[in-house]
């Protein structure tokens, strides 16, 4: 059996990418590793591993989150692990609807412009 950390990792990677989780890797330090340990085994391992909700709607509500806060560095980031767990331009752009009515017009506009960035960049979006 995996113990939560090994599992956060893999999930870490699937998500977010493996290029990403290795950058991650190689940028571990004594500093930011007690952080990123305590992400892989809780956040990723306990949360995220927990199979009560499926990757891809995990995406969604972490992007409603993230814009909803104006997190954008780890909006970027999170754009991405959803289009890797199977959301379509369609549903994040539903999500973002969604946070313009619930949390306001001015994170609704900035989560639309970073999901933009980052679509143009998978070649999803002209």
Partial sequence: MKSRIETGREILGATLGETYYQRRVDSTNSFNGPLRRLTDEYCFGEVWGDPALPPKLRSMLVVALLASMGRTHELRTHLGGALNNGCNVEELRAVLLQVAIYCG???????????????RERGLLA
Avoid: N, S
């Fill in 105 to 119: 017009i001015p994170a609704g506009v900035e989560g639309t412009r970073i999901a933009e960035e980052v679509l």
